[in-house]
């Protein structure tokens, strides 16, 4: 299952949520995880630490971030999150903060992080409508028929 579908099935997606700094958005957005049985807390952790040492490495293209950290740092399954902020926060990624997009990656091995996921987010990262789309959305209902209109047009394109 592809990153698309694996939002929409699961339904792992967060809309407005609030936090003051990218550290309490990475953390609170991140729980999604935890409550999916993706990763254990340990897993936020090491993101939080990693971005500390080496810098906003998980921005990814303008207001776009994605969480992630090695698979043996707490990821328990291979699976997908999608958190919008309410109030963008600065990553001091000077070339794309702020972010108001968190697009978060568990893979408990290298070989889960699929070539198909990849190229999937990369879309979405490429797609501005879409960004936007889905930063405007209200609530995670509105967020899922945007996915399930994107995915519908992906399909009809094949």
């Known amino acids: 299952m592809g990153f698309t579908e694996y939002l929409i099935e699961e339904k792992a997606l967060v809309c407005g949520l609030e936090a003051d700094n990218w550290e309490e958005a990475v953390l609170r957005g991140g729980e999604i995880l935890i409550r999916k049985g993706l990763a254990t807390p340990r897993y936020l952790s090491s993101i939080v630490s990693k971005c500390r040492e080496n810098g906003p490495y998980i921005v990814i293209a303008p207001g776009i971030a994605m969480p992630h950290a090695r698979p043996g740092e707490g990821a328990l399954a291979l699976g997908y999150a999608l958190v919008t902020l309410r109030t963008p926060v600065v990553f001091n990624d000077p070339d794309n903060d ?7 990656l568990t893979a408990p091995n290298m070989k889960a992080h ?11 990262c490429d797609d501005e409508g879409l960004v ?12 899922l028929r945007i996915l399930e209109k994107s995915l519908k047009k992906e399909r009809s394109s094949l």
Do not use: G, H
């Open 132 to 143: 936007a789309a889905l930063t405007d959305a209200r609530s995670e209902e509105e967020m």
């Open 98 to 104: 702020p972010i108001s997009l968190l697009i978060y």
């Open 114 to 124: 699929t070539e198909e996921a990849v190229r999937q987010v990369a879309d979405l």
